[in-house]
């Protein structure tokens, strides 16, 4: 995805440990958790808010745009009929 969640870093920087943010922001763990691996599909606003309120940012610095490279044409795609996309899911859809 072209969609880079850099929380891992704001994290260094400001010091702080994911189990204090995820207090901070009243988001469970788990979901934090995705959202620092690069495995989140989606992300609510009010979540951003709460995020870049705790970690004194900007969404810009939490997202970064980094585009993919593009495939020349007649190049393999994924094997075997896979999409090469990850099922969608929700870092939000679990309990606050």
Not at 28 to 35: I, K, P, Y
Not at 67 to 83: C, I, L
Request: neutral net charge; aromatic residues 2%; contains cysteine.
């Amino acid at each position: 995805m072209a969609i880079v969640v850099n929380l891992d870093l704001l994290l260094v920087k400001r010091k702080m440990k994911l189990t204090e943010l995820a207090g901070r922001v009243d988001i469970t763990l788990a979901n934090l958790s995705v959202l620092k691996q690069n495995k989140a599909r989606a992300i609510r606003f009010s979540t951003l808010d709460a995020l870049c309120r705790e970690l004194g940012c900007q969404p810009g610095d939490l997202l970064e745009y980094q585009p993919e490279p593009r495939r020349s044409p007649g190049a393999p795609g994924p094997a075997d009929g896979d999409s090469g996309h990850e099922p969608e899911s929700s870092p939000e859809s679990g309990a606050r």
